[in-house]
């Protein structure tokens, strides 16, 4: 857990489906078609209206995101960020992954919202390697932290849904906080 201006980046062990914060982000492929992963486990516990939301929008470029509402989840908002599909690094997919996250913190902001909470994007069917991935993902959210003025995200959350991905994060994360100082 570390500090960023006034608001916190928070690792979790868990499942992103009972989570309580405002929104939780749900990765999502770009037809928003629902799939496995945790993008099954979110359309399950949220039940039949986030399909309903996500065939009227359509679609989401790669990089992108969309939100729907939680339907039965604790969480108010599903935001469906699109990460992409590791082809080796070099079809610009850290750009992309960064992206997804940057898309999601500004529509969490344009909702006010006070806290969000991310899966790990790209690192299971869409086979971005985990430590690269984490860098990323982390480095994005702490980036878009500290340059937001004012901002309504108070708490980020990061959770993780396997001990082995839960300590590849904490390790970036501590790397990350120790170049900053
Ligand atoms: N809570 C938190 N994290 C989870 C959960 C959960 N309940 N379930 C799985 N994870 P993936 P992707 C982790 O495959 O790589 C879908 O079919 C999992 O351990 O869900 O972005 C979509 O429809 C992994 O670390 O997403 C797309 O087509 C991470 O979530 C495609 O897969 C992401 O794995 C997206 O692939």
Known sequence: MIKIGDSWLILVLGDIT?????????A?????????????AIHRAGGPIIDEECRR???????????????NLKARFVIHAVGPIYRGGR???????????????????EK??????????????YGYPIEE????ALSTV????????????KE???VLFTPGDYRVYAQVLERIAQKEG
């Open 91 to 109: 079809s610009g997919e850290a750009e992309l992954l960064s992206s997804a996250y940057r898309s999601s913190l500004e529509l969490a902001e």
């Open 133 to 136: 991935a984490a860098q990323i």
């Open 18 to 26: 009972q989570q309580k914060t405002d929104a939780i982000v749900n």
């Open 156 to 158: 980020v959350y990061f």
């Open 112 to 125: 006010n919202l006070k806290s969000i909470s991310f899966p790990s994007l790209s690192t299971g069917a």
């Open 142 to 153: 702490i980036d878009y932290l500290k340059n937001q003025q004012q901002g309504s995200l």
């Open 28 to 40: 999502a492929n770009s037809r928003l078609a629902g799939g496995g992963g945790v993008d099954g």
């Open 57 to 71: 929008i359509g679609g989401c470029p790669t990089g992108g995101a969309v939100i729907t509402s939680g339907g």
